[in-house]
């Protein structure tokens, strides 16, 4: 490309000028990059290839309980290794700004759910042994300094006790680690029988199963056969991977996928009157200039095309810098929220293709009327003008 | 002198101003030899400057036709037009008109962009072009950091390295002091004679004339040949 020293120096003809642009560009496809990975993370493919566990949940809404009857009923279904209940206990520690996840579990089953999760095993026999005792991730502990020993106090928003309060104390027995790059362990598991003994609701309820396929087995086979399974009964199932039920648990807190298609309009509505303008300018200043190239023999299609390609430019300077911090910080809010997110937020090859595509659309849009401008010029006028 | 590089048959250039009809130049007949170095004069206002675009097709009489190396200018689209220029025509504008955004040695390479050759080729050639300019040591500099005479020899450098038959030069030296516009015209005088350039020079200045082989005068839209004043 040899016009491209002479669009390299017109790009940057006002330096202060089209650094601000850029850098406008560079937050627009910050967001665009992390809020498109953020929103994939959390709706991350429903499709079920490759998935080693699902989650089964009430067919009407993730909070309605499930019996604790469909247990065995699952358990018994060809495909499934193994199958275990967990509730949302919606707790906080200390202070409300503290929330982390809680569940109450059954030990040995919990760890089967996931092995990538490793504890020393007199931990586990000591939190056997204990009705009131509890594990935590060496996330959670490193994040509020807690170790085996402490009582740690939980409140829950959902939960009272029977015996009265929303304060439940559980005893620190272990501390776990995964062997998942990738997962975080920012959450305390305690035990289901002391829960359903000691909570006002009773026993008999859980908030929804996960469950481990067995090897070789055909993870929509299974879920189609547990579905089938509750059909017509009060309690209809609905059985997906983990990433669709974090999905639908994200969906309780608001329509995250129109929040950020509203953002990231916005954004780029006013990014492209920020560009626009800047191009507007840039070609206004320099009219004689360009009916000096004309005269020289630079045809008008050229010109048109030195003028986009300016555009064009800035948009992909700004757009790559902003695409490669949202990925560094997908990768940081990722592994900070990784029990929301187990797949991290990734910025995937298909977000930056699309980052990319945007990047020459809005660098066309914005440069268009300025490039036409640029290109209807009649050198004569100009050059009397000047 | 030899045959005719530039032939003008019957000229003329109309401007319509809304109800208003302004005749520029009215049936001009003007023949310009091989190696010719002609000065035109009159008063501002009179069409030298429109006479400078149609010979240098940038701009198309509204009658009669316009040859120049045997090309028709008035029957060419613009796109032939633009080809058309980058080869056979260089332009020397009253300020210079050099991008302020490259060095003197990338305004010069600007019309070989439009050719095939390399990047070292563009280099090499545009180097040549500085050094009759005298400019050689300036290569690097910026229009901004070069005085106005200098400035002019850049644009005289960027003129003429595609090698083309005919120079117009409007007002070249329109805003120099006098000692600057004498190198300009000598410089001009010797891309005349020693390196074969038609050329043909707009200017208000009798002085700057003399440096020319003859001179002409436009005045209500007509070409007369009278001795310099
Ligand atoms: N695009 C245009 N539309 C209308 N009238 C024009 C246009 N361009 C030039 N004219 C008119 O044509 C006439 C000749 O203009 P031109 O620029 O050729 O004069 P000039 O001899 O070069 O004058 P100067 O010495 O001031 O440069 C002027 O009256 C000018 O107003
Ligand atoms: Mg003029």
Redesign the pocket.
Known sequence: MKYFGLIWRNVWRKKIRTSLTILSVLVAFLLFALLNALGQAMSGGGAMTGAVRLVVIDKVSLINFLPLSHKNKIAQIPGVAVVSQQSWFGGFYQDPKNQFPQFPVVPDEYFALYPEFVMPEEQMEAWKNNRTGAVIGRDLAELYGLKVGDRIPIQSTIFTRKEGGRTWEFDIEGIFDTTDPKGGTALLLFRHDYFAEANTFGDGFVGWYTLRLAEGADPVEVANAIDLQFANSPNETETSTEAAFAASFAKQFGNIALIVTMILGAVFFTLLLVAGNTMSQSVRERIAELAVLKTLGFKDGTVLGIVLTESVLIMAMGGLLGVALGWLAGLAIGSAMAMFVPGGIVVSTEIVLLAVALMIGAGVLAGIFPALKAMRLSI??AL?RG | MSEALARLKGVSRV?Q?GKER?E?LHELDLMIPNGDFLAIM??????????LNLLGGLDKPTGGTVTVGGAELSSMSNNQLSKWRSTHVGFVFQFYNLLPVLTAQKNVELPLLLTNFSGKERAERAAIALDIVGLSDRAKHRPRELSGGEEQRVAIARAVVSDPTLLLC??PTGDLDRETAEEILKLLQILNREHGKTIVM?T?DPQAAEYASRTLH?DKGKLESRAAA
């Open positions: 004569v006028d009397a | 401007y101003k302004v520029v009159g008063p501002s206002g009179s069409g030298k400057t429109t006479l409007d007002e707009v208000h436009v």
